[in-house]
């Protein structure tokens, strides 16, 4: 049950894109649409931002987007602002009926 | 409005035993599963455990099968997690976790309490 594997960190300005991968194995992210995406703001609690690879819960703006291809699936956030400046992790069901979390990656907005 | 407390947490010493609590409101608690993610000071997120809402399956992470059990009272809208032979390592904030609701499956978490800290020291 390895971490998923993200980069630690990502930055980008204002207005701009950048995007967050997470790579896993053909036992999570690459055989099942299992794919959740979670924003975790310093001293909060996580928040569920995607699911299913790429669908928003209500509320979420459509400035964030999910997708996938293989073993890799990755999140990216359009029109950056300020109040995006997190920690992401992704996280995936398996197929051994467990949950696996990706290592995080902390997003600064310049 | 969906409310999950934590409660439980505090200093054990390492083989030591600690049961935490979940108490939610808000919803219709046999309606969802639940699980609990722990997250290690300034690390990433793990999760621990899950249950699902008629309790007739339980989840565990490697690293804790075998010294975690969770459970689930219907009649206190309560979830449980028993925590024996502790470690070190099991040194975080717990939280729990609910189903998100327009999933059927239950390894989105949508809704989390605020955490309860567990520290394994002697």
């Known amino acids: 049950q390895s971490a998923l594997t993200q980069p630690p960190s990502v930055s980008g300005s204002p207005g701009q894109s950048v995007t967050i991968s997470c790579t896993g194995s053909s036992r999570d992210v690459g055989s099942y649409n299992r794919v959740s995406w979670y924003q975790q703001p310093p001293g909060t609690a996580p928040k569920l931002i995607i699911f299913e690879v790429s669908n928003r819960p209500s509320g979420v703006p459509d400035r964030f987007s999910g997708s996938k291809s293989g073993n890799t699936a990755s999140l990216t956030i359009s029109g950056l602002q300020a109040e995006d400046e997190a920690d992401y992790y992704c996280?995936?069901?398996?197929?051994?009926?467990?949950?696996?979390f990706g290592e995080g990656t902390k997003l600064t907005v310049l | 409005e969906v409310q999950l407390l934590e409660s439980g947490g505090g200093l054990v010493q390492p083989g030591g035993s600690l049961r935490l609590s979940c108490a939610a409101s808000?919803?219709?608690?046999?309606?969802?599963?639940l699980s609990w993610v722990r997250q290690a000071p300034g690390k990433g997120l793990e999760w621990v455990s899950s249950i699902s809402a008629r309790a007739d399956a339980t989840y565990y992470g490697d690293s804790v099968k075998g010294r975690f059990t969770i459970s689930r009272s219907d009649s206190t809208n309560t979830v449980f997690l028993q925590m024996s032979s502790l470690r070190p390592e099991d040194t975080a904030l717990y939280y729990c976790a609910r189903r998100f609701v327009y999933s059927s499956s239950w390894f989105y978490f949508g809704n989390w309490g605020q955490g309860t800290l567990v520290t394994v020291s002697s």
């Open positions: 996280s995936s069901g398996t197929s051994s009926d467990k949950v696996v």
């Open positions: 808000g919803f219709t608690f046999k309606n969802f599963a």
